[in-house]
């Protein structure tokens, strides 16, 4: 997939029908108004939430069929995470891009399993590694037949629930891969900091995004939601639907 800029977007997890229709029909409508390719995420199950009660999602079962419906009623390209080997073959008949979760960018199995459907990979760097860190889970994957791997940057611990982006990343990961994007939305985050939930705060999001672009980053991951405070996960760190126009406006 070769693009000028990649912009991937949605909602955090699938919370129902009527938030993926929601923001499914403004991905197209931006699509058509500025002649890009938005591509839609959402993920079937959070698997790594801060508490036991916390929400995931309705599964991969159900997971996958709602994603599919996005696909067959809007056209848009679909990008989901896995946190598993086991679901790689499943997720792969359905979606354009899998995802690996940050936290397991080094799990080998996994990023096997994801090289094998044939589909795009994109990794994103864990918070304990480096960007120069990232050739080896890269190596892992096209050595496994991956076509083509992406990289995402998303900051980096500092400390106890915190994070900060060292935007050299983006250049070190140039070096591995062609496409490397910033994740605007979970680099914002303070994890665990919030009583059993990980906070953050999402004025930093454009910050966020303009800055990795004038360190050469050519993608852009922004979860959104049409009222983010109500969100069922990482409900502080997305952004408001409504402001999604404006920063693509900037960033292209």
């Keep these: 997939m070769s693009l000028n800029n990649i912009f991937i977007a949605g909602p955090c997890v699938i919370e129902s029908a009527e938030l993926l229709d929601t923001v499914a029909q403004e991905l197209v409508r931006l699509n058509q108004k500025y002649g890009i390719d938005i591509i839609f995420k959402a993920s079937f199950d959070k698997a790594n939430r801060t508490s036991l009660q916390s929400f995931r999602g309705p599964g991969m079962k159900q997971g996958l069929k709602m994603l599919?419906?996005?696909?067959?009623?809007?056209?848009?390209?679909?990008?989901?995470?896995i946190?598993?080997?086991?679901?790689?073959?499943?997720?792969?008949?359905?979606?354009?891009?899998?995802?690996?979760?940050?936290?397991?960018?080094?799990?080998?199995?996994?990023?096997?399993?994801?090289?094998?459907?044939?589909?795009?990979?994109?990794?994103?760097?864990?918070?304990?590694?480096?960007?120069?860190?990232?050739?080896?889970p890269v190596e892992k994957?096209?050595?496994?037949?991956?076509?083509?791997?992406?990289?995402?940057?998303?900051?980096?611990?500092?400390?106890?629930?915190?994070?900060?982006?060292?935007?050299?990343?983006?250049?070190?990961?140039?070096?591995?891969?062609?496409?490397?994007?910033?994740?605007?939305?979970?680099?914002?985050?303070?994890?665990?900091?919030?009583?059993?939930?990980?906070?953050?705060?999402?004025?930093f999001v454009p910050a966020m995004a303009l800055a990795a672009k004038a360190?050469?980053?050519n993608g852009y991951f922004m979860e959104v939601h049409p009222d983010p405070d109500k969100g069922k996960s990482d409900a502080a760190n997305m952004l408001e639907l409504s402001k999604l126009e404006n920063l693509i406006k900037q960033l292209i």
């Excluded at 996005?70 to 995470?81: F, I, P, S």
């Design 141 to 203: 994957c096209l050595e496994s037949g991956a076509k083509e791997v992406w990289l995402t940057e998303r900051g980096n611990t500092f400390g106890y629930n915190n994070l900060v982006v060292d935007f050299r990343n983006i250049s070190d990961m140039l070096e591995i891969v062609p496409n490397v994007i910033m994740d605007c939305t979970h680099s914002v985050q303070r994890p665990s900091a919030g009583e059993g939930k990980t906070i953050g705060d999402r004025k």
């Design 83 to 136: 946190h598993e080997s086991c679901q790689a073959a499943c997720v792969g008949e359905i979606v354009d891009v899998i995802q690996i979760p940050a936290f397991l960018c080094r799990q080998t199995d996994l990023l096997v399993s994801a090289a094998q459907t044939g589909k795009i990979v994109n990794i994103k760097k864990a918070q304990f590694l480096s960007g120069k860190d990232m050739r080896y």
């Design 215 to 217: 360190f050469g980053a």
């Design 68 to 81: 599919g419906d996005v696909k067959e009623k809007y056209g848009l390209k679909l990008l989901t995470d």
